[in-house]
Each structure stands twice: as structure tokens, then as C-alpha cells.
């Protein structure tokens, strides 16, 4: 087990605690997989009682770090279900669309796969105190591994720009919260500068341990699909950890030959953060940050950290990348809440722009698509009301108002009448 920069090759080992390579360039873990491994053993795992082999990651150790038994800190994570919707299928264009609701991790979003590998690996060092950037969800999910594990935690936020749920849950964990006067791009830099300067470690996707974790959210999947492979796995993407996770995940795979073919990987972004769509329309030629604003406050990014591990994603699986409106993930948004799921908006762009993708001819009608839903619905309920009750409501047809009423049988009946035709 290695590390290594992905810009000049440069190998470092496993347990030295660093951000980048001297040369800037990111790091990538390198498993050293060289032996065929069967997939028995992850099934043979599933409903063991085991605490390793009850968590949706560490049941995968064989693709992750090995890091030793007693630093490992789990809550335990994964085991995320997996939704069979006819419904958004049909609304999406596709004849197969499965949702993979990661937001039903312990703290509500993706972050806690990354998150247990990190913060174990942050104990196992030794580290005296644990940072992060954030827009929320990664906050959350540091507090709570921070505390589990017993290391301080301080997160840097963008003040006034995270819902009140992710600040909230960030609080009680018990962070120490720094409000910065700027977006999170500014925040994300900072807190860099400041794990340089003061030793601090790291828990940004930046940390290739983080990366490690988040790849077992497609070993999940296609464990949930009986090791059967989609065609396509779309998601979304802001700080485009995830979607270098995903790449990763499918060169391990690959290396301990339980697949052959990768399925194509599809990124969507806000159409007001959207460097990597931007790229991705030169041909990877050019890549400029850009101020971000979207109403899909996770993906509110507008220099991504780890743009050359997705672009390798997109890559290495003939991939593609969308952009969605808010208008769009917003509807999207409704009609996976309403279909009795529910997500936070970051996550609607998955299907938005999964049903884009479509109508654009670039993923057929016939395909069988898995999605992922990266946060969950609690997370952010100021925009739900926003969007069923707020300005421009009464033209949305899946405004859902609730009525105001006296308490009489005749007044109810009126209501009724409208309640039985939804
Ligand atoms: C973090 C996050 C994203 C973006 O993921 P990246 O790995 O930064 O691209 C999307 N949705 C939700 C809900 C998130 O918390
Ligand atoms: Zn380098």
C-alpha cells in the first residue's frame, strides 16, 4: 500500500500523514491489488455479527487501507438501501433506474463512507486535532467520527450559506465552528493553509483516505445488484470527490477481477457551479474556477479539489458530464420526494440531469441506469418549503400547500374531495 502523486508519480508511504505531494500534485492510493479476489467473501459477510463486517465499508477491506482493528472507528456505515422506481424510471426516460439513497448514512449524506476510513486512519496517526471545509454535510460527519474517535474537531464554514440541519448537527456534535467571511472556496483554502501551517489533519476529500471509503458505495451497489452491472452510474458532483472515488473504485474492481467492463459514470453539476462541465466541454483542455451559486448548497463549489482524480473518472469510463438548472434539480427534487424517497437537492441533480442525458441521445432509452442520491431530505427543509409554499409556488404543479381550516366536518370536505385526486 502506497501512495502516490497523481501528477508526478512520486510514491510516499501509506502511514505518513500528508495533503498533497511536494510537487503539488494529489495523491492516490495505490492497494497494490495484484490476486484475484471473490465476491463470496463480501456476501459470505452480510448479516454477520461481526463489527467490522456489519459496516457497508469495512465489510470491503480487502479493497480499502489496511488499518488495525482498535483504531477503527465505525458507526457503522453503508448499507444504504436501494430504490426500484418505476416511476422517476419512466419520468427519467430509462427502462431501469435504480436509486442508491446514501443519505441514509448515519449523518444523513455520503460523507460518513469517506469519513470512517479517514478518521480512523487520523487516530491511527495519532493526530491531535481533525479539520475540514464544508458546506455541511462533510462538518456533520466530521463532528461525529471526531467525537466517536476522541480528537477534537474544528470545521471551517461559509457563513450564512449551509442549512440550518447541517450547522445544527454540527454544533451538537460538538465541533469548534469557524464562520468564514466568504464562500467555501475561500474556506477550503484556508483551512489547507492552516493544516500545513499547524499540523492540523485533514479530513477534506482531498485525503485520498476519504476517496478509499466513498468507492465502497459502488461496491454496496453492485453487491445490492448481486455483483450484476448497470450500464451507467450518474451523480453528482461538487467537489468531485465522489466521482474520483468512483473511478478508483472501478480500477481496484477491475485489478482484483470481480469485473470486466466498467459501466459509464455520468457527473452532474449545477449549472451555476459548473467548472467541471466547462472542462469537460474543452476536451479536458482547459479547466477555470469559477464563482459558484446554485440553490444546492453541497455542491456550491466553484474550484473543485480534486478535479484531475474525476477527470480520470470520466476517462477511464468514456463518462459524461451535465449541468442542470435549479429550476430543474428542484423539480427533480419534487418528484423524488414525492415518490415517497425524498432527497436534499444536491442530490436531485442525479436525476435531473440523468433525464438531460437522455433526451440528449447520450444515454439510451434501454439503459439501466443506477443513481446516486448523496443527502438526505432532512438536510435542507428550508428549501422544501421554499419550493411547495415560497414565491413562484403557485405555478409549480407539484406544490404541495398544506390548508388551513376550522375544525368542522364541513370544511373538511372540501379538502377531501381535492386529497382523494392526488
Ligand atoms: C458533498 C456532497 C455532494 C458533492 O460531492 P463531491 O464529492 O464533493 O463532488 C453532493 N451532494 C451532497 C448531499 C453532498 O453532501
Ligand atoms: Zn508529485
Redesign the pocket.
Known amino acids: 500500500m502506497l501512495l502516490r502523486c497523481m501528477e508526478c508519480g512520486r510514491e510516499y508511504p501509506a502511514n505518513e500523514v500528508r495533503n498533497r505531494c511536494d510537487c503539488g500534485g494529489l495523491l492516490d492510493i495505490d492497494l497494490g491489488i495484484t490476486s484475484p479476489l471473490a465476491t463470496d467473501l463480501f456476501d459470505q459477510r452480510l448479516g454477520g455479527r461481526g463489527r467490522l463486517d456489519q459496516s457497508g465499508v469495512w465489510r470491503f477491506r480487502e479493497l480499502l487501507p489496511t488499518i488495525p482493528g482498535d483504531a477503527i472507528v465505525t458507526k457503522p456505515e453503508g448499507n444504504t438501501n436501494l430504490y426500484d422506481v418505476e416511476s422517476l424510471a419512466r419520468w427519467a426516460g430509462v427502462e431501469r433506474l435504480v436509486l442508491k439513497h446514501?443519505?441514509e448514512n448515519p449523518t444523513g449524506?455520503?460523507?460518513d463512507r469517506g469519513m470512517t476510513v479517514a478518521a480512523s486512519h487520523a487516530k491511527w496517526t495519532g493526530a491531535r486535532i481533525v479539520a475540514c471545509a464544508s458546506?455541511?454535510?462533510?462538518s456533520a460527519s466530521v463532528a461525529s467520527y471526531a467525537a466517536l474517535a476522541g480528537v477534537p474537531s474544528i470545521v471551517f464554514v461559509p457563513e450564512g450559506k449551509i442549512s440550518a440541519a447541517k450547522l445544527g448537527q454540527t454544533i451538537a456534535y460538538g465541533a469548534t465552528i469557524v464562520q468564514i467571511r466568504g464562500d467555501f472556496d475561500a474556506a477550503m483554502k484556508l483551512v489547507e493553509q492552516a493544516s500545513d501551517a499547524y499540523g492540523i489533519y485533514l479530513l477534506n476529500?482531498i485525503n485520498p483516505f476519504r476517496m478509499e471509503g466513498?468507492k465502497t458505495i459502488l461496491f454496496d451497489l453492485l453487491q445490492q445488484l448481486e455483483w450484476a452491472l448497470p450500464d451507467w452510474v450518474v451523480?453528482?458532483?461538487?467537489?468531485?470527490?465522489?466521482?474520483?472515488?468512483l473511478g478508483r473504485a472501478l480500477i481496484d474492481l477491475q485489478a482484483a477481477g470481480i469485473l470486466a467492463e466498467p459501466p459509464r459514470v455520468a457527473?452532474i453539476q449545477a449549472a451555476g457551479a459548473s467548472p467541471f462541465y466547462e472542462a469537460f466541454r474543452s476536451g479536458f483542455r482547459s479547466f477555470e474556477p469559477m464563482e459558484a451559486e446554485t440553490v444546492?448548497s453541497?455542491?456550491r463549489?466553484g474550484n473543485?479539489v480534486?478535479y484531475a482524480r474525476?477527470r480520470r473518472t470520466i476517462e477511464i469510463t468514456n463518462g459524461a458530464v451535465e449541468i442542470v438548472s435549479d429550476t430543474e434539480l428542484l423539480d427533480a427534487k419534487a418528484m423524488i420526494d414525492r415518490a415517497g424517497i425524498g432527497?436534499?437537492p444536491?442530490?436531485a441533480?442525479t436525476l435531473a440531469g440523468l433525464r438531460k442525458l437522455v433526451q440528449a441521445g447520450t444515454i439510451a432509452p434501454n439503459a439501466f441506469v443506477a443513481g446516486i442520491l448523496?443527502?438526505n431530505l432532512m438536510?435542507d427543509t428550508e428549501a422544501v418549503i421554499d419550493y411547495h409554499l415560497g414565491a413562484g409556488s403557485d405555478e409549480r404543479p407539484l406544490a404541495n400547500k398544506p390548508v388551513l381550516i376550522d375544525p368542522t366536518l364541513d370544511a373538511l370536505e372540501g379538502v377531501l374531495a381535492g386529497a382523494l385526486q392526488r
Not at 235 to 245: D, E, M, Q, T, Y
Open positions: 446514501e443519505g449524506s455520503f460523507k458546506t455541511g454535510n462533510t476529500s466513498q451523480l453528482p458532483g461538487g467537489n468531485l470527490g465522489n466521482s474520483s472515488a457527473v444546492a453541497a455542491i463549489i473543485p480534486s474525476a432527497c436534499e444536491a442530490s441533480t448523496t443527502g438536510k
